[in-house]
């Protein structure tokens, strides 16, 4: 038996418990709260969180492309991105908790020399997995920036329309207002 | 042999879990992204507003008076007398928690300090050690605590985390109004001189020149002309707006946001095209005012007096005029404080007639008391009684979701009128999940004077509740264009849209009307009022 049907058999109770390590990465109420509200809408992060591990999971199961396992880290970390309660680290940092739950899931298996080198290209993975999670969150760190950076540039673009000192330009854009 | 710390044990080094402490003992940290800047000692002179000074609030100096514990008392005191609400709130609060997750920047941030009973609770608990037996007797036992610094400091980041946006009050049993118990927080901070800035500068401003932006009448005039040269540009109708005009029949007031930020241009563009059509086939005759020449009201967000000072100016402007009522364009809190204040505040408006739309002979009977009735009720009369001629194929490019601007939907109930309007004037309209909209809307995340350039980290993480509604409309209907009632909405949203849901962009209602309507003598339109190709005319364009 290979490591992914190992791992297939017990993908619930992995994804729950990889939840439920990023849920205890939020003070305690918010924990409850993301963890007790199935509905979407209500609760977004939770089930943004949820559906982005499972989909996590299965990818690296799957050993799938790194544009999938973006795809699938995106929503995710954009959310931690501007959760301000953590740092770079603590918003990634999640990625890691997977390994000890994997290797807590077989831990009563007795690995043959197969499944021992899936473990270790699988948690290979989860390595590159982390590196991805830090192109995302910095990815989503620069929308900030530049969200803030045309705010101030429209601001002052403005000021020096109505002061009258912006050639007149129908197609001038703020954004690109560069002179 | 390298001293270097080896992966792991770099890792366990990373301590990513938050202290379970209890609220009282997790201390407040300001932090970048989510604070505001404080309040210029300019614009609070400007005001004549206690304490003006330089300060930072990640400086460890606030720079308060020395008797601000007493100010405080005094103040939470004289509030308690003279507002039963806030007294009944402060008191009937079981921390049952029907609102703990009810509030966007709880949803949003996961700092459990923004659920609205704990917030409430910032208040409650010095409110009870100064104003409770129980709570002198017993202390933090009975959830009581004294003021001190850091609390001080607590209620400030906190209620500035809150958009007073009422929709914790829509599942609270005993009908508690969060955002009231955050109004009477901020006019305490205000005695202190603890303001942000993008409050007390647009107060100011407003208080000076009538509008946010301190925008001069002429400059006011020259940007509405701006748009006469547009509109005639793509509809070949030269329309001439009455300014300040005496006698006339009705007088307009809407936010400056849909005069000088876009995409409220277009909005203020549909506005124009509206009034000229009615004058033109009714003989309707609108006046703007460039005295009267902001509608959104900042000073709601400072104290009870300030929203009044900068109110007065609407009942003065239609008194100045002669206008029979008054008609509001798309606003948010502009309606909270016309609605639920602006009668008992600066009225009774007894030299305005009972608003009766005098196309359709219409009473609007809500708006008996203030005299002033809300565009899109004005706007979905006129089609109800096809006083209008549309054409929605105009608006087929736009795949429409509609988002209800908190105060109009839960301050005031307007909730079918915008609907009514968009049905007649778009032709592909989405609706978002019901827990998200009507009573239940979320809120742009940047409401209450909190849509500044510093905190946007707390504006996109408070604005996720919304953004992720209409991801979902987004994905499943392929909506592409966000619509609404408030300036502040249209300011915020297209930012909000970039970060969560890009290819999805912002309109107010009365663009879609701006589009749709066909003027008397217009040429054949072949782009929209943003100079975008109409469906089927994009070789038309091109020539």
Same mark, same amino acid.
């Given at each position: 038996?290979?490591?992914?049907?190992?791992?297939?058999? #017990?993908?619930?109770?992995?994804?729950?418990?990889?939840?439920?390590?990023?849920a205890?990465t939020? =003070?305690?109420?918010?924990?409850?709260?993301?963890?007790?509200?199935?509905?979407?809408?209500?609760?977004p992060?939770?089930n943004?969180?949820?559906?982005?591990?499972?989909?996590?999971?299965?990818?690296?199961l799957?050993?799938?492309?790194?544009? $999938?396992?973006?795809?699938?880290?995106?929503?995710?970390?954009?959310?931690?991105?501007?959760?301000?309660?953590?740092?770079?680290?603590?918003?990634?940092?999640?990625?890691?908790?997977?390994?000890?739950?994997?290797?807590?899931?077989?831990?009563?298996?007795?690995?043959s020399p197969?499944?021992?080198?899936?473990l270790?290209?699988?948690?290979?993975?989860?390595?590159?997995?982390?590196?991805?999670?830090?192109?995302?969150f910095?990815?989503?760190r620069?929308?900030?920036?530049?969200?803030?950076? !045309?705010?101030?540039? !429209?601001?002052?673009?403005?000021?020096?329309?109505?002061?009258?000192?912006?050639?007149?330009?129908?197609?001038?854009? =703020?954004?690109?207002?560069?002179? | 042999?390298?001293?270097l710390?080896?992966?792991?044990?770099?890792?366990?080094?990373?301590?990513h879990?938050? =202290?379970?402490?209890?609220?009282m003992?997790?201390?407040?940290?300001?932090?970048?992204?989510?604070?505001?800047?404080?309040?210029?000692?300019? +614009?609070?002179?400007?005001?004549?507003a206690?304490?003006?000074?330089?300060?930072?609030?990640?400086?460890?100096?606030?720079?308060?008076?020395?008797?601000?514990?007493?100010?405080?008392?005094?103040?939470?005191?004289?509030?308690?007398e003279?507002? *039963?609400?806030?007294?009944?709130?402060?008191?009937?609060?079981?921390r049952?928690?029907?609102?703990?997750?009810?509030? #966007?920047?709880?949803?949003?941030?996961?700092?459990?300090?923004?659920?609205?009973?704990l917030?409430?609770e910032?208040?409650?608990s010095?409110?009870?050690?100064?104003?409770?037996?129980?709570g002198?007797? /017993?202390?933090?036992?009975?959830?009581?605590?004294?003021?001190?610094?850091?609390?001080?400091? %607590?209620?400030?980041?906190?209620?500035?985390?809150? $958009?007073?946006?009422r929709?914790? +009050?829509?599942?609270? =049993?005993?009908?508690?109004?969060?955002?009231?118990?955050?109004?009477?927080?901020?006019?305490?901070?205000?005695?202190?001189?603890?303001?942000?800035?993008?409050?007390?500068?647009?107060?100011?401003?407003?208080?000076?020149?009538?509008?946010?932006?301190?925008?001069?009448?002429h400059?006011?005039?020259?940007?509405?002309?701006?748009?006469?040269?547009?509109?005639?540009?793509?509809?070949?109708?030269?329309?001439?707006?009455?300014?300040?005009?005496?006698?006339?029949?009705?007088?307009?007031?809407?936010? +400056?946001?849909?005069v000088?930020?876009?995409?409220?241009?277009?909005?203020?563009?549909?506005?124009?095209?509206?009034?000229?059509?009615?004058?033109?086939?009714?003989g309707?005759?609108?006046?703007? !005012?460039?005295?009267? !020449?902001?509608g959104?009201?900042?000073?709601?967000f400072?104290?009870?007096?300030?929203?009044?000072?900068?109110? +007065?100016?609407?009942?003065?402007?239609?008194?100045?005029?002669?206008?029979?009522?008054?008609?509001? &364009?798309?606003?948010?809190?502009?309606?909270?404080?016309?609605?639920?204040y /602006?009668?008992?505040?600066?009225?009774?408006?007894?030299?305005?007639?009972?608003?009766?739309?005098?196309?359709? &002979?219409?009473?609007?009977?809500?708006?008996?008391?203030?005299?002033?009735?809300?565009?899109?009720?004005?706007?979905?009369?006129?089609?109800?009684?096809?006083?209008?001629?549309?054409?929605?194929?105009?608006n087929?490019?736009?795949?429409?979701?509609? #988002?209800d $601007?908190c105060?109009?939907? *839960?301050?005031?109930?307007?909730?079918?009128?915008?609907?009514?309007?968009?049905?007649?004037?778009?032709?592909?309209?989405?609706?978002?999940?019901?827990?998200?909209?009507?009573?239940?809307?979320f809120c742009?995340?940047?409401?209450s004077?909190?849509?500044?350039? %510093?905190d /946007?980290?707390?504006r996109?993480?408070?604005?996720?509740?919304?953004?992720?509604?209409?991801?979902?409309v #987004?994905?499943?209907?392929?909506?592409?264009?966000?619509g609404?009632?408030?300036?502040?909405?249209?300011?915020?949203?297209?930012?909000?849209?970039?970060?969560?849901?890009?290819?999805?962009?912002?309109?107010?209602v009365h663009?879609?009307?701006?589009?749709?309507?066909?003027?008397?003598?217009?040429?054949?339109?072949?782009?929209?009022?943003?100079?975008?190709?109409?469906?089927g005319?994009?070789?038309?364009?091109?020539?």
């Amino acid at each position: 038996m290979r490591l992914e049907q190992l791992l297939n058999e #017990h993908t619930e109770q992995i994804v729950t418990k990889w939840f439920n390590a990023l849920a205890g990465t939020y =003070p305690l109420n918010t924990a409850q709260f993301l963890k007790s509200i199935p509905d979407t809408f209500a609760n977004p992060v939770g089930n943004i969180a949820r559906q982005s591990l499972r989909a996590l999971f299965a990818e690296l199961l799957a050993a799938n492309d790194h544009k $999938s396992l973006t795809a699938s880290l995106d929503p995710l970390i954009r959310v931690r991105a501007v959760q301000t309660m953590f740092t770079p680290s603590q918003a990634t940092a999640f990625v890691l908790e997977l390994k000890p739950i994997v290797r807590q899931c077989i831990a009563e298996t007795s690995l043959s020399p197969e499944v021992t080198a899936d473990l270790k290209a699988f948690e290979t993975r989860v390595d590159e997995l982390l590196l991805l999670a830090f192109d995302v969150f910095v990815n989503c760190r620069e929308t900030v920036y530049q969200i803030k950076a !045309s705010q101030e540039k !429209s601001r002052f673009y403005r000021a020096f329309a109505r002061a009258g000192l912006v050639r007149e330009d129908p197609d001038a854009d =703020p954004d690109s207002a560069s002179s | 042999m390298s001293d270097l710390p080896k992966a792991n044990q770099l890792y366990h080094t990373i301590e990513h879990r938050t =202290p379970a402490t209890d609220w009282m003992d997790t201390p407040t940290v300001i932090r970048k992204g989510i604070y505001c800047y404080a309040a210029n000692p300019k +614009s609070l002179e400007a005001l004549s507003a206690p304490n003006p000074r330089e300060w930072n609030p990640v400086e460890e100096d606030w720079k308060l008076p020395d008797n601000w514990q007493e100010i405080i008392h005094k103040g939470f005191k004289e509030r308690l007398e003279k507002f *039963r609400s806030f007294k009944v709130f402060m008191d009937i609060c079981v921390r049952c928690g029907a609102c703990a997750d009810k509030c #966007h920047y709880f949803i949003g941030t996961g700092d459990p300090k923004n659920m609205p009973v704990l917030r409430a609770e910032l208040l409650r608990s010095v409110y009870r050690n100064d104003f409770t037996m129980a709570g002198k007797i /017993m202390g933090r036992v009975a959830g009581a605590r004294p003021m001190t610094l850091e609390v001080l400091k %607590e209620w400030w980041s906190y209620l500035f985390q809150c $958009s007073e946006c009422r929709r914790c +009050s829509v599942f609270c =049993p005993y009908g508690i109004d969060t955002a009231e118990i955050t109004i009477m927080g901020r006019e305490l901070l205000n005695l202190l001189g603890l303001n942000i800035d993008w409050i007390a500068t647009p107060v100011a401003n407003c208080y000076r020149t009538g509008n946010h932006l301190g925008i001069q009448p002429h400059a006011f005039k020259d940007m509405l002309d701006f748009f006469v040269d547009d509109i005639e540009e793509i509809t070949g109708v030269r329309m001439a707006p009455n300014f300040n005009k005496k006698g006339a029949d009705i007088l307009f007031i809407t936010p +400056s946001g849909d005069v000088f930020a876009d995409p409220g241009t277009y909005t203020a563009m549909g506005y124009l095209i509206l009034f000229h059509y009615l004058k033109e086939k009714y003989g309707l005759e609108v006046t703007w !005012s460039t005295y009267a !020449s902001e509608g959104g009201n900042f000073g709601f967000f400072t104290s009870h007096e300030t929203m009044k000072r900068l109110n +007065s100016k609407m009942y003065a402007e239609a008194k100045r005029l002669g206008v029979k009522w008054i008609l509001g &364009g798309e606003c948010g809190h502009m309606w909270r404080v016309i609605h639920q204040y /602006m009668d008992t505040m600066n009225g009774p408006a007894d030299f305005l007639e009972e608003p009766v739309n005098p196309i359709t &002979g219409t009473r609007f009977e809500n708006a008996k008391s203030t005299k002033m009735v809300h565009i899109t009720e004005f706007t979905a009369d006129l089609i109800k009684h096809n006083k209008l001629e549309l054409d929605p194929g105009r608006n087929d490019n736009v795949v429409l979701t509609f #988002h209800d $601007s908190c105060n109009p939907a *839960r301050g005031m109930g307007l909730l079918e009128e915008p609907r009514y309007v968009i049905r007649n004037t778009c032709r592909h309209f989405y609706e978002m999940p019901a827990n998200t909209i009507r009573e239940n809307t979320f809120c742009c995340g940047s409401g209450s004077g909190l849509n500044a350039g %510093e905190d /946007m980290e707390l504006r996109l993480t408070g604005g996720l509740p919304r953004a992720n509604a209409v991801k979902y409309v #987004h994905e499943k209907h392929g909506v592409n264009m966000l619509g609404c009632v408030c300036a502040i909405d249209r300011a915020v949203f297209p930012d909000l849209m970039r970060y969560w849901v890009p290819g999805v962009d912002v309109t107010g209602v009365h663009e879609l009307v701006g589009n749709a309507l066909i003027l008397p003598g217009e040429k054949e339109r072949t782009t929209n009022l943003r100079g975008e190709d109409l469906p089927g005319m994009e070789d038309e364009a091109d020539e």
